[in-house]
């Protein structure tokens, strides 16, 4: 038996909710939303609220974007040409996320794109691909990465997508890097300050990031096989870089990256607040 796609999970979660935050599905729009505007989907937000959600005309949504918040909206038009909807009331004013930067080296397809999902789903800002040398990963497809984090961003209640960067050498990111701007480093050696301890000191007495605490941070997580001694010793020699242990563990790719930043989201962003 095949396995359900997650598009079709997610109609099959919609229609069994009917109230609740999920009664209305969230369309991410680009375009400027106020009350009263009708707004013409384009073919793939129309193919995803059409055949996937399964909305007819009259039905509800609730559209947004980073710049003008969450609005309530209705299908006004279906047709074979396309759909649009009418935007009709503020629900949320825009809220932004933590300025948190997700590094990492791509690995496999399927592994690269759960951990720009997670990212999404985890709150990151910017991802940013990293080519190390022991990357595997020839080609990063940025348009497909790009819609993977705006259906996150959909699914998670977040105003914005993350900003997909184009993939670069470790070399050039570290050498053009923002000193102003810590950069966590997941060292698989084992011999770094355990991360929660790490967070924890660096943390002491401050406030969330959203609260006024340190306003900027970046985690790196790095390819299967791990860095080279020289890529270790070029991070560890910046004194803006913070090299952390993920435990005894040996971890996947994939697995540090989720960890790495779910402790990142308690210690210092927005898990922390009320």
Not at 33 to 43: H, N, Q, S, T, Y
Not at 68 to 94: F, H, P, Q, Y
Request: proline content about 6%; hydrophobic content about 45%; charged content about 25%.
């Amino acid at each position: 038996m095949t396995a359900p796609r997650s598009s079709e999970l997610l109609a099959k979660a919609y229609a069994a909710a009917p109230q609740g935050r999920m009664a209305n599905p969230r369309l991410l729009i680009d375009q400027t939303l106020k009350a009263g505007a009708e707004i013409a989907l384009d073919e793939g937000q129309a193919r995803h609220v059409g055949t996937v959600l399964r909305l007819d005309a009259g039905d509800g949504l609730r559209v947004f974007n980073a710049r003008d918040g969450e609005w309530r909206a209705t299908v006004s038009t279906k047709t074979k040409r396309g759909m649009s909807v009418r935007i009709e009331a503020l629900l949320r004013e825009a809220r932004a996320t933590p300025d948190l930067d997700l590094l990492f080296a791509p690995v496999k397809r399927h592994a690269t794109d759960l951990i720009v999902e997670k990212a999404a789903e985890l709150g990151v800002r910017r991802i940013r691909p990293i080519i190390t040398q022991r990357t595997i990963a020839e080609t990063v497809r940025i348009d497909r990465l790009q819609s993977i984090a705006r259906e996150a961003a959909e699914q998670t209640e977040r105003f914005d997508a993350p900003e997909i960067c184009e993939p670069l050498s470790l070399a050039r990111a570290l050498d053009g890097w923002d000193a102003s701007r810590p950069l966590i480093y997941a060292d698989e050696a084992g011999d770094a300050t355990p991360l929660l301890q790490a967070l924890s000191i660096w943390t002491a007495g401050v406030p969330p990031a959203n609260a006024g605490g340190p306003c900027k941070l970046a985690v790196l997580i790095g390819p299967e096989g791990g860095f080279t001694p020289e890529e270790r010793r070029m991070l560890r020699a910046l004194t803006h870089v913070i090299p952390v242990s993920l435990g005894p563990r040996i971890l996947r790719a994939e697995t540090a990256a989720i960890a790495a930043l779910s402790v990142v989201q308690s210690a210092w962003g927005d898990w922390r607040e009320a």
